[in-house]
């Protein structure tokens, strides 16, 4: 069935490091792929999308494009800051929403 | 616009006690979810549902039961609460069902079942 592995985490950063957070999918059809975010004491929100191969979805910073030769739709980021401590959830869509376990990011100052 | 509320935002009940979790939406959505989030499972959808009068079997539905009477509402019940059904719980909607739909969560609840 279709499914999502993310890197475990904690990742834990200092201010202005590089993000990578690593997402791959298994999927059936063509899925749309999704990023979100949860933070503290917070419900799950959407960061970023893409709905098609090579789409690039972006936001706040965050950057991740859809490679469907490698199935994988990597998290970037250049420059962390300590507001982007959350738990980051990669997800697919073909009929219903599948999430990955998240990977928490802590950055320090 | 409030966008997804749920209610209670944390509660604790006793093995085999019930209670009804409530989330309420203001966008017009046609489609709502539960889910369940355990550490180290990320979300397990619960139920859903495509519309007013309408809900279906998620990946977890065993000991849950829901209705959506009125479109903004959709009820999340427990008849013999369980631990293992210790958790928090989050209710999102969407307009959409098709690819690329996002969905919006609510705040969640945190239950502890003893």
């Known amino acids: 069935g279709d499914s999502v592995t993310q890197m475990e985490g904690p990742v834990t950063l200092s201010e202005e490091a590089f993000l990578t957070i690593n997402c791959t999918y298994t999927?059936?059809?063509?899925?749309?792929l999704f990023w979100y975010v949860q933070y503290p004491g917070e419900g799950l929100q959407l960061l970023l999308k893409?709905?098609?191969?090579?789409d690039k979805g972006s936001n706040k910073g965050f950057e991740a494009t859809y490679r469907k030769e490698t199935t994988s739709f990597h998290l970037e980021k250049g420059s962390v800051q300590v507001s982007d401590s959350a738990v980051y959830f990669c997800?697919?869509?073909?009929?219903?929403?599948?999430f990955g376990t998240g990977t928490r990011l802590q950055v320090f100052p | 616009n409030a966008g997804v509320t749920q209610t209670p935002k944390f509660r604790v009940l006793k093995t085999g006690q019930s209670m009804t979790l409530l989330c309420a939406q203001d966008?017009?959505?046609?489609?709502m979810y539960w889910y369940r989030q355990d550490p180290g499972m990320g979300l397990r959808l619960i139920h859903y549902s495509v519309g007013e009068g309408t809900t279906a079997k998620g990946e977890v539905p065993d000991g849950y039961n829901v209705s959506r009477l009125k479109k903004q509402n959709f009820l999340l019940g427990l008849e013999s609460a369980a631990p293992s059904q210790t958790s928090v719980y989050f209710c999102?909607?969407?307009?959409?069902?098709?690819?690329?739909?996002?969905?919006?969560f609510g705040p969640g609840t945190r239950l502890l079942v003893l």
């Open positions: 999102a909607s969407s307009l959409k069902r098709a690819r690329g739909g996002t969905q919006y």
């Open positions: 999927a059936t059809g063509y899925p749309s």
């Open positions: 997800a697919l869509d073909t009929d219903k929403l599948i």
């Open positions: 966008m017009n959505h046609e489609y």
């Open positions: 893409a709905t098609k191969a090579d």
